[in-house]
């Protein structure tokens, strides 16, 4: 053991904690150091508050050792349900969850439910196929006025030859079915897509002819059946 005979302990024990201005401890922050002078990079206030002068490891065995939001820059404790968002300067601050703009929800044609608060839900109540639900493809009627027949827009067109007629298709899809209603006494030429069944009747102009076309391929393939009015 050193001999503290004419020496002071700040100068003789090295592993000795001192303030670095051999102070006593204040409401001001100072900086330690051991009894040799050399800063340990920590300072203490009489207060209880730590500051470090570099960024270093909180070691902890128990959970009173745990950083907290407290421990953080930020101001409170916050309400139940926030939560701490960067500021960008190295603070943080308390925000509350946003949940959007929604005010309520309504159910629509065919649905059920909705409301203002709590849990909403809707249901899908009335999910049978109807008639009315079919698109125009399906469900309209339409004259022909050009020779363009678009697939998309009517199951059933008419349409009253004036001149030699050659058709064209437009947005035909697999499966698809469609009904030309056609007279005329002149010449009549559907697409070259276009398969006439054997069994059926050639296009006659001195009469009203029903035409069923079904694509079996797209815009590639359809075949049909030509039916004149007795």
Same mark, same amino acid.
């Given at each position: 053991?050193? &001999?503290?005979?004419?020496?002071?302990?700040?100068?003789?024990?090295?592993?000795?904690?001192?303030?670095?201005?051999?102070?006593?401890?204040? =409401?001001?922050?100072?900086?330690?150091?051991?009894?040799?002078?050399?800063?340990?990079?920590?300072?203490?206030?009489?207060?209880?508050?730590?500051? /470090?002068?570099?960024?270093?490891?909180?070691?902890?065995?128990?959970?009173?050792?745990?950083?907290?939001?407290?421990?953080?820059?930020?101001?409170?404790?916050?309400?139940?349900?926030?939560?701490?968002? /960067?500021?960008?300067?190295?603070?943080?601050?308390?925000?509350?969850?946003? @949940?959007?703009?929604?005010?309520?929800?309504? $159910?629509?044609?065919?649905?059920?439910?909705?409301?203002?608060?709590?849990?909403?839900?809707?249901?899908?109540?009335?999910? =049978?196929? &109807?008639?009315?639900?079919?698109?125009?493809?399906?469900? &309209?009627?339409?004259?022909?006025?050009?020779?363009?027949?678009?697939? $998309?827009? @009517?199951?059933?067109?008419?349409?009253?030859?004036?001149?030699?007629?050659?058709?064209?298709?437009?947005?035909?899809?697999?499966?698809?079915?469609?009904?030309?209603?056609? /007279?005329?006494?002149?010449?009549? &030429?559907?697409?070259?897509?276009?398969?006439?069944?054997?069994?059926? /009747?050639?296009?006659?102009?001195?009469?009203?002819?029903?035409?069923?076309?079904?694509?079996?391929?797209?815009?590639?393939?359809?075949?049909?059946?030509?039916?004149?009015?007795?």
């Amino acid at each position: 053991m050193a &001999t503290l005979t004419g020496n002071k302990i700040k100068d003789t024990y090295t592993s000795l904690i001192k303030f670095s201005d051999n102070g006593s401890a204040d =409401g001001t922050l100072q900086l330690l150091s051991d009894g040799a002078g050399n800063s340990i990079g920590i300072s203490v206030d009489n207060s209880g508050n730590i500051s /470090s002068s570099a960024v270093g490891t909180l070691v902890g065995t128990t959970s009173s050792n745990v950083v907290n939001a407290t421990m953080l820059d930020v101001s409170g404790n916050g309400t139940s349900g926030q939560y701490l968002i /960067s500021d960008g300067d190295g603070s943080f601050s308390w925000q509350t969850l946003s @949940a959007g703009d929604i005010t309520g929800v309504t $159910a629509g044609t065919g649905l059920s439910g909705g409301g203002t608060s709590g849990d909403v839900t809707l249901s899908l109540a009335d999910d =049978g196929v &109807t008639y009315a639900k079919l698109g125009a493809e399906f469900t &309209t009627s339409a004259a022909l006025s050009g020779t363009s027949v678009d697939w $998309a827009t @009517a199951t059933t067109f008419t349409k009253t030859l004036g001149a030699d007629t050659t058709l064209t298709f437009a947005n035909v899809s697999t499966g698809m079915q469609i009904n030309l209603v056609i /007279s005329g006494n002149y010449t009549l &030429t559907l697409p070259s897509s276009v398969k006439e069944l054997t069994n059926a /009747s050639t296009y006659d102009g001195s009469g009203e002819n029903l035409i069923s076309i079904v694509s079996t391929n797209g815009n590639t393939e359809q075949f049909a059946t030509i039916n004149k009015v007795a």
